[in-house]
């Protein structure tokens, strides 16, 4: 079986959940299938070695003609370089909306089944218009023509599946199928050797982190969906000896970017120990900080499920996290860490309804955890044996591959 993946992200390029995703799929799959990978940001030198098995990837630029055209129309003229590069393929499997209609196109093309992986919906990410403008319209657009068509849909959480469900009616229930997302389980461990200890130490020192005291780590693009400005609100009402370490950069906007640097100085200048790292940490410096904190926080207003939480709870961290989308299945409330209520507005956008609410009970969950370290310790063994059991890739794998073998099957 011949399976192409198409992504926005796939490394050297990754800034997100859905690329991490990817790569980590595609490594697991290359064991059982031939997996070919289709990406933005242009080709790659000889294909992308990840594990022990290569993984063949075509790379794209964004095609002549439309540099300053709107950020929707360039993305289209990728898909169809791609679409028109997947002869002799069994499967498509795009990622996003971004790679969206080259699956889309590319499956009518070759007539072969597309199946699709839901990271995120349009539908819910309203705030996009801001970064978009009228390109909101034509990426809302593929994404509904490429969910209405697929031949499978693929939903990371249970939660995201019934925001599938109720963002585009039209859809068959029964060809919307689970499969989590997954963690790789050798790269996110708290450093074991005396050799990664040192390394460790030494990016603590590097970073300005004070691995003594109790500590509060984030890990997310600036975003609406991430909810950082309720987040840092709710780290005024935290202990005075409480740090906060911000691992947050590319913002979506100016808007978000000068917002939540607003939020951050005005921080900054209250109390000490706010330590924000915007530049992008390879993983062994993030995985040092993980294992520094007491409590990794998610306080997202739209988290189909949030890999940042496998990760820090795959280190050994509990997470505190906001009940919606599918953190709830994650986090094994007051076992692994705790969810917090999050009563929202109707409106697609998420907000809280009342967003001081939410901040007070979002700094109450944490203050519980991080001046409990004997407890904090407690539920972080109990996240990395949840990661161990529920969310391992050879798995997810597996469950990806039955949904293949169902559409090809007819």
Same mark, same amino acid.
């Given at each position: 079986?011949?399976?192409? !993946?198409?992504?926005?992200?796939? #490394? %050297?390029?990754?800034?997100?959940?859905?690329? &991490?995703?990817?790569?980590?799929?595609?490594?697991?799959?290359?064991?059982?299938?031939?997996?070919?990978?289709?990406?933005?940001?242009?080709?790659?030198?000889?294909?992308?070695?990840?594990?022990?098995?290569?993984?063949?990837?075509?790379?794209?630029?964004? !095609?002549?003609?439309?540099?300053?055209?709107?950020?929707?129309? *360039? @993305?289209?003229?990728?898909?169809?370089?791609?679409?028109?590069?997947?002869?002799?393929?069994?499967?498509?499997?795009?990622?996003?909306?971004?790679?969206?209609?080259?699956?889309?196109?590319?499956?009518? !093309?070759?007539?072969?089944?597309?199946?699709?992986?839901?990271?995120?919906?349009?539908?819910? *990410? #309203?705030?996009?218009?801001?970064?978009?403008?009228?390109?909101?319209? !034509?990426?809302?657009?593929?994404?509904?023509?490429?969910?209405?068509?697929?031949?499978?849909?693929?939903?990371?959480?249970?939660?995201?599946? =019934?925001?599938?469900?109720?963002?585009?009616?039209?859809?068959?229930?029964?060809?919307?199928? &689970?499969?989590?997302?997954?963690?790789?389980?050798?790269?996110?461990?708290?450093?074991?050797?005396?050799?990664?200890?040192?390394?460790?130490?030494? +990016?603590?020192?590097?970073?300005?982190?004070?691995?003594?005291?109790?500590?509060?780590?984030?890990?997310?693009?600036? @975003?609406?969906?991430?909810?950082?400005?309720?987040?840092?609100?709710?780290?005024?009402?935290?202990?005075?000896?409480?740090?906060?370490?911000?691992?947050?950069?590319?913002?979506?906007?100016?808007?978000?970017?000068?917002?939540? +640097?607003?939020?951050?100085?005005?921080?900054?200048?209250?109390?000490?120990? &706010?330590?924000?790292?915007?530049?992008?940490?390879? *993983? #062994?410096?993030?995985?040092?900080?993980?294992?520094?904190?007491?409590?990794?926080?998610? %306080?997202?207003?739209?988290?189909?499920?949030?890999?940042?939480?496998?990760?820090?709870?795959?280190?050994?961290?509990?997470?505190?996290?906001?009940?919606?989308?599918?953190?709830?299945?994650?986090?094994?409330?007051?076992?692994?860490? +705790?969810?917090?209520?999050?009563?929202?507005?109707?409106?697609?956008?998420?907000?809280?309804?009342?967003?001081? +609410?939410? =901040?007070?009970?979002?700094?109450?969950?944490?203050?519980?955890?991080?001046?409990?370290?004997?407890?904090?310790? *407690?539920?972080?063994?109990?996240?990395?044996?949840?990661?161990?059991?529920?969310?391992?890739?050879?798995?997810?794998?597996?469950?990806?591959?039955?949904?293949?073998?169902?559409?090809?099957?007819?």
């Amino acid at each position: 079986m011949r399976v192409d !993946l198409l992504t926005r992200e796939y #490394p %050297p390029h990754v800034y997100g959940g859905a690329g &991490v995703h990817v790569t980590e799929l595609a490594r697991v799959l290359r064991k059982s299938v031939d997996v070919r990978v289709h990406a933005f940001d242009g080709p790659r030198l000889t294909g992308d070695t990840t594990g022990d098995v290569e993984v063949p990837v075509t790379g794209y630029d964004y !095609l002549a003609g439309l540099e300053g055209a709107n950020a929707a129309l *360039r @993305t289209f003229g990728v898909d169809l370089a791609m679409a028109a590069n997947l002869a002799g393929t069994d499967l498509v499997h795009s990622h996003t909306w971004y790679a969206n209609l080259a699956g889309t196109v590319g499956g009518l !093309l070759h007539d072969v089944p597309h199946v699709l992986s839901a990271h995120s919906l349009e539908p819910l *990410r #309203p705030w996009k218009a801001e970064q978009l403008g009228g390109g909101y319209a !034509l990426s809302s657009w593929a994404e509904r023509t490429a969910y209405e068509g697929a031949a499978a849909v693929i939903a990371v959480s249970g939660g995201m599946r =019934e925001d599938i469900l109720r963002s585009y009616p039209h859809i068959d229930a029964d060809k919307v199928r &689970v499969v989590h997302n997954g963690i790789d389980l050798d790269g996110w461990r708290r450093p074991g050797t005396p050799g990664e200890e040192e390394a460790a130490a030494a +990016t603590l020192a590097r970073l300005g982190i004070d691995a003594t005291r109790p500590t509060v780590v984030f890990v997310g693009r600036i @975003t609406r969906q991430k909810g950082l400005p309720h987040l840092l609100r709710a780290v005024e009402q935290l202990p005075a000896e409480v740090q906060l370490v911000l691992c947050a950069g590319a913002p979506d906007t100016p808007e978000i970017a000068a917002e939540v +640097t607003s939020l951050v100085e005005n921080l900054q200048d209250r109390r000490d120990g &706010v330590i924000w790292i915007e530049e992008m940490l390879p *993983r #062994p410096e993030l995985v040092a900080v993980l294992a520094a904190g007491t409590v990794f926080v998610c %306080p997202s207003v739209y988290e189909p499920l949030g890999i940042v939480n496998l990760e820090a709870m795959a280190v050994g961290l509990p997470v505190v996290g906001s009940a919606t989308g599918g953190i709830p299945e994650v986090i094994d409330d007051g076992v692994t860490g +705790t969810l917090v209520p999050i009563d929202q507005v109707a409106d697609g956008t998420g907000a809280p309804v009342d967003p001081e +609410t939410f =901040e007070r009970d979002l700094a109450d969950a944490l203050t519980a955890v991080v001046t409990d370290p004997e407890r904090a310790a *407690r539920m972080g063994v109990a996240a990395r044996q949840r990661v161990e059991d529920h969310f391992s890739w050879d798995a997810i794998a597996e469950r990806t591959l039955e949904v293949y073998r169902s559409v090809l099957r007819g």
